[in-house]
T-cell receptor, first 113, second 114 residues
Framework: NAGVTQTPKFQVLKTGQSMTLQCAQD?????MYWYRQDPGMGLRLIYYSASEGTTDKGEVPNGYNVSRLNKREFSLRLESAAPSQTSVYFCASSGYRGVETQYFGPGTRLLVL | SQQGEEDPQALSIQEGENATMNCSYKTSINNLQWYRQNSGRGLVHLILIRSNEREKHSGRLRVTLDTSKKSSSLLITASRAADTASYFC??????????????FGKGTKLSVKP
């Protein structure tokens, strides 16, 4: 039982490049989330998927897209990376959106030059 | 504006002492959760307290919630060096039964010296 896994662990991109961050959970959770964490800041929600087949914008969605591939997997795509997207990205999942605790992956550190 | 704000931003104590962190929020909540984050790691859930609860315990952790003051506190008793981490409160707004998203504060950085 691995919980929430994320790949890659670390990535360096040049401005304008694209990439996809992968997330998978094996807890049969309905809801999944993508957050970013910047120094001295709490977590800010980028996108979430309340259930398989649905995705919605969070607090800071600009510059990102997501895909809920199936119940297990939720990916985050940066189409044209910008230095402002340098951050640590966390994926999380929960049984149901909001009312339950969230389980977090180990994070992906992204540096955009 | 920040829904949940932790206080203090940083706290340094000796092993064996108690650590108290506070969280204040602005609007009515469904529940409030505390998470821990070790350096370079993901967040780990510690405890969830619902709006109709006033106090919860889990091992050395004690969480209180005062909805009239819109505040919560996390007490770690008999702290250990392994408790060194950042601690975040997260609130779920009360949408009258609708499900919402957690809003995280900026965290309290706790350092426990051996």
């Amino acid at each position: 039982n691995a919980g929430v896994t994320q790949t890659p662990k670390f990535q360096v991109l040049k401005t304008g490049q694209s990439m996809t961050l992968q997330c998978a959970q094996d807890m049969n959770h309905n809801s999944m989330y993508w957050y970013r964490q910047d120094p001295g800041m709490g977590l800010r929600l980028i996108y979430y998927s309340a259930s398989e087949g649905t995705t919605d914008k969070g607090e800071v969605p600009n510059g990102y897209n997501v895909s809920r591939l199936n119940k297990r997997e939720f990916s985050l795509r940066l189409e044209s990376a910008a230095p402002s997207q340098t951050s640590v990205y966390f994926c999380a999942s929960s049984g149901y959106r909001g009312v339950e605790t969230q389980y977090f992956g180990p994070g992906t550190r992204l540096l955009v030059l | 504006s920040q829904q949940g704000e932790e206080d203090p931003q940083a706290l340094s104590i000796q092993e064996g002492e108690n650590a108290t962190m506070n969280c204040s929020y602005k609007t009515s909540i469904n529940n409030l959760q505390w998470y821990r984050q070790n350096s370079g790691r993901g967040l780990v859930h510690l405890i969830l307290i619902r709006s109709n609860e006033r106090e919860k315990h889990s091992g050395r952790l004690r969480v209180t919630l005062d909805t009239s003051k819109k505040s919560s506190s996390l007490l770690i008793t008999a702290s250990r060096a392994a408790d060194t981490a950042s601690y975040f409160c997260a609130t779920l707004l009360n949408y009258g039964g609708s499900q919402g998203n957690l809003i995280f504060g900026k965290g309290t950085k706790l350092s426990v010296k051996p």
